[in-house]
């Protein structure tokens, strides 16, 4: 085995109500997602994502890494790819052995660890054109009939620097399509390291827009939000929805409080966030390691 020292996993019931186990893990399911059911017929594309991926100290991504070799789609990798310090030899050891058999369909994110090595040269080397111009960790692409855009949160984010100035222009040049944005470090979360302010400028800038969706890693836990302001506000017109998804293999680490517009919570388990994007709506699933069964699943028009 590459994992010396696996971590305790704790079974989740295939309700996702509970868990079942010793210690204290958390699972909170509800809000306004409905229950995913039928869909109008049309085309649609399929999305896997998590963030805090690959380390040699837990058995994590080796599990999630096998989820993704039984659904097909793009993979998106929300940032601390490679465990600690994004190293070249963290990804050929760690990230290559698992989620790297599925490098070729996936686009990448950079996370504060990755930038451990200086300027995040690892992450760039080892992703190429998957993680956009070199250096620079932001970039679009477009999936069916989605736009997608993966930011930088360790890279400046004030309103007017180049990587906000950026996302204003690339958001208008794409007007009318469904959007997706990734950022490592989530503007809300209920997990240790809680809210990021400073990614404040990038949200209002996706919420100008009329952004749908955006998905974040950095805390080590599984988290839905209803639609969010900028500021935390309920908007269920114009808000954002956004996903914590830092359950792709790293260390657990435990909620903190309950952050407001928290609709669905769950810790202690690695999973994968599947999407489904259609031209005008989208579906999500949450499905763990530890029971293969999807949680949290439910649906939203795309505007």
Same mark, same amino acid.
């Given at each position: &085995?590459?994992?010396?020292?696996?971590?305790?996993? /704790?079974? +989740?019931?295939?309700?996702?109500?509970?868990?079942? $186990?010793?210690?204290?893990?958390?699972?909170?399911?509800?809000?306004?997602?409905? +229950?995913?059911?039928?869909?109008?017929?049309?085309?649609?594309?399929?999305?896997?994502?998590?963030?805090?991926? $690959? @380390?040699?100290?837990?058995?994590?991504?080796?599990?999630?890494?096998?989820?993704?070799?039984?659904?097909?789609?793009?993979?998106?990798?929300?940032?601390?790819?490679?465990?600690?310090?994004?190293?070249?030899?963290?990804?050929?050891?760690? =990230?290559?052995?698992?989620?790297?058999?599925?490098?070729? /369909?996936?686009?990448?994110?950079?996370?504060?660890?990755? =930038?451990?090595?200086?300027?995040?040269?690892?992450?760039?080397? =080892?992703?190429?054109?998957?993680?956009?111009?070199?250096?620079?960790? =932001?970039?679009?692409?477009?999936?069916?009939?989605?736009?997608?855009? &993966?930011?930088?949160? @360790?890279?400046? &984010?004030?309103?007017?620097?180049?990587?906000?100035?950026?996302?204003?222009?690339?958001?208008?040049?794409?007007?009318?399509?469904?959007?997706?944005?990734?950022?490592?470090?989530?503007?809300?979360?209920?997990?240790?390291?809680?809210?990021?302010?400073? +990614?404040?400028?990038?949200?209002?800038?996706?919420?100008?827009?009329?952004?749908?969706?955006?998905?974040?890693?950095?805390?080590?836990?599984?988290?839905?939000?209803?639609?969010?302001?900028?500021?935390?506000?309920?908007?269920?017109?114009?808000?954002?929805?956004?996903?914590?998804?830092?359950?792709?293999?790293?260390?657990?680490?435990?909620?903190?409080? /309950?952050?407001?517009?928290?609709?669905?919570?769950?810790?202690?388990?690695?999973?994968?966030?599947?999407?489904?994007?259609? $031209?005008?709506?989208?579906?999500?699933?949450?499905?763990?390691?530890?029971?293969?069964?999807?949680?949290?699943?439910?649906?939203?028009?795309?505007?």
């Amino acid at each position: &085995m590459r994992h010396a020292n696996p971590l305790h996993r /704790r079974r +989740v019931t295939a309700l996702g109500i509970a868990l079942a $186990a010793a210690g204290c893990g958390q699972a909170y399911f509800g809000g306004e997602g409905t +229950v995913a059911g039928p869909v109008a017929p049309g085309d649609s594309v399929v999305v896997l994502a998590a963030g805090d991926i $690959a @380390s040699c100290e837990t058995p994590g991504d080796e599990h999630t890494a096998a989820i993704l070799d039984t659904i097909p789609g793009a993979v998106l990798a929300l940032g601390d790819n490679a465990y600690v310090d994004g190293s070249g030899a963290e990804y050929r050891a760690c =990230y290559t052995p698992t989620w790297g058999r599925h490098l070729e /369909r996936t686009r990448a994110a950079p996370g504060n660890h990755d =930038y451990h090595t200086r300027g995040a040269a690892a992450f760039f080397a =080892y992703f190429g054109e998957r993680a956009g111009p070199p250096g620079r960790g =932001y970039f679009s692409f477009e999936l069916g009939a989605w736009h997608v855009v &993966m930011l930088n949160t @360790s890279a400046p &984010m004030a309103a007017g620097s180049a990587q906000e100035q950026w996302l204003r222009g690339d958001l208008a040049a794409h007007p009318g399509r469904c959007t997706l944005a990734v950022l490592h470090h989530p503007r809300f979360s209920s997990g240790v390291h809680g809210d990021n302010a400073p +990614v404040a400028p990038l949200w209002r800038a996706l919420y100008d827009a009329g952004a749908d969706l955006v998905l974040s890693g950095h805390d080590h836990v599984y988290e839905r939000f209803l639609r969010l302001t900028p500021d935390g506000r309920p908007d269920p017109g114009r808000g954002i929805r956004s996903f914590v998804v830092g359950t792709g293999g790293a260390r657990h680490t435990p909620f903190r409080r /309950r952050a407001r517009g928290s609709e669905a919570r769950l810790d202690g388990t690695w999973g994968v966030l599947k999407l489904t994007l259609r $031209a005008d709506r989208y579906e999500w699933a949450f499905v763990t390691a530890a029971s293969g069964r999807a949680l949290d699943h439910g649906e939203d028009p795309c505007r």
